[in-house]
C-alpha cells in the first residue's frame, strides 16, 4: 500500500517540482539548523521527521497527549517558581503556579485531571522542598547554542545550576516526569544533555561536564560527569544524524521519492506517534488512548 501523499498535488512516480520546494524550504545549504527533537526524530523515524518538520501542509497529528500535558504543566510550574522571589519560593506558591500553568488536554476525564493534579502538586512540593531558595541558578529554560562544520545546534535546557562542589563549574538539570525510574546509563547515554553541556560550555565560557536527570515521581537524581572524548562523540554522532537528514533532503532533490528517502521504522512507538492515522504502518500498530501513560502515576 503506498504512503500518503506528500502536499495536495503529490502523485505517484517522482515528486512534482511543488513537494520538493515543499520539503526544502527554509533548509540551510552547507548547516542544519537541528535541535534534540529533530534529531531524535529522524532516528525514530524518518518519515516522522519528514511529517513534523518538512511537509507543508503537515498530515494531521492525532489529539493531545495526557502524559505531555502533565509534563508541561510541570515544567512551566518549576520554570515559574523560579520567577518568584527568592523570599516567595516556598512550597506553598506551587498550588497556584500549578493552577496558573496547568494544560488539561487529552486526559479521560474530569476524575482524572483532577487526580493527576493533585499528583504533580505533590511531586512538585516534594521537589523544591530540598532546593534552596536563595540559589540563582544560571539559566532556568536557557537556550543554548553551538556550531560545527556540519550542524546549527540549539537547545532549550530546563536548569543551568553553578556548583560550588564543582568549582563553580556548570551542571545541566533535565527534569522528568515520565513513570519509569532512571538509572546511570540514562544520563551518561543522553545525547541530548550531551549537546546541552557542549553548548553551555561555548556559551557560558565556563566548564560543564555534569549532567543530572531529576526524575520527580521518585524524586531520584541520576547524574554523570562527561569527558572530553565523551562529549566529542556525541557531538559526533549528532553530525551522522544531520548528515543522514541531509542525505534524504539530497535524494528527494535528485528525484527519489520523498516515501523512500524517509521510510518508516516500524516499531512499538508507531502506536504513540501523532502521525499514526497519517502512515500506513503506524495505522497498523494498536492504538493507544491519549490518557494511557498517566494511569499509573494519576489513577
Known amino acids: 500500500m503506498a504512503d500518503m501523499t506528500v502536499g495536495a498535488n503529490q502523485s505517484s512516480g517522482a515528486p512534482d517540482a511543488e513537494t520538493k520546494q515543499l520539503l526544502l524550504d527554509g533548509m540551510p545549504d552547507r548547516l542544519l539548523v537541528c535541535t534534540p527533537s529533530r534529531l531524535s526524530t529522524f532516528e525514530d523515524c524518518p518519515r516522522r521527521y519528514r511529517y513534523s518538520y518538512l511537509d507543508r501542509p503537515a498530515p494531521p497529528r492525532g489529539p493531545a497527549w495526557a502524559h505531555n500535558s502533565l ?74 547554542a553551538f556550531k560545527t562544520g556540519t550542524i546549527a545546534f540549539s537547545g532549550r535546557v530546563d536548569r543551568i545550576d553553578r556548583r560550588a562542589a564543582l568549582g563553580d563549574a556548570l551542571a545541566i538539570v533535565d527534569y522528568k516526569t515520565g513513570q519509569a525510574g532512571l538509572g546511570a546509563d540514562d544520563a551518561r547515554g543522553s545525547r541530548t544533555l550531551a549537546l546541552y553541556a557542549y553548548a553551555a560550555e561555548r556559551v557560558f565560557r565556563r ?14 537524581v541520576v547524574t554523570h560527569e562527561h569527558t572530553d572524548g565523551s562529549l566529542a562523540r556525541h557531538v559526533a554522532r549528532a553530525e551522522a544524524v544531520a548528515r ?25 512507538m508507531c502506536s504513540w506517534c501523532d502521525f499514526r492515522s497519517a502512515c500506513p504502518a503506524g495505522a497498523a500498530a494498536p492504538a493507544r488512548v491519549p490518557w494511557a501513560r498517566v494511569l499509573q502515576n494519576s489513577g
Open 207 to 220: 566548564r560543564c561536564r555534569v549532567v543530572e536527570l531529576h526524575h520527580l515521581p521518585t524524586q531520584s
Open 244 to 268: 543522514d537528514i541531509a542525505d534524504a533532503q539530497q535524494a528527494v532533490r535528485a528525484g527519489t521519492e520523498p516515501d523512500a528517502a524517509f521510510p518508516t521504522r516500524p516499531g512499538p
Open 71 to 144: 509534563g508541561a504543566s510541570v515544567h512551566t510550574a518549576l520554570r515559574n517558581w523560579y520567577g518568584l522571589p527568592a523570599a516567595r519560593r516556598q512550597p506553598s506558591a506551587l498550588l497556584a503556579l500549578l493552577r496558573a500553568t496547568w494544560v488539561g488536554e487529552g486526559y479521560r476525564d474530569r476524575e482524572q485531571e483532577r487526580v493527576a493534579f493533585g499528583v504533580a502538586l505533590r511531586w512538585l512540593e516534594g521537589y523544591v522542598a530540598d532546593l534552596d531558595p536563595e540559589q540563582e541558578p544560571v539559566g532556568v529554560e536557557r537556550v543554548v
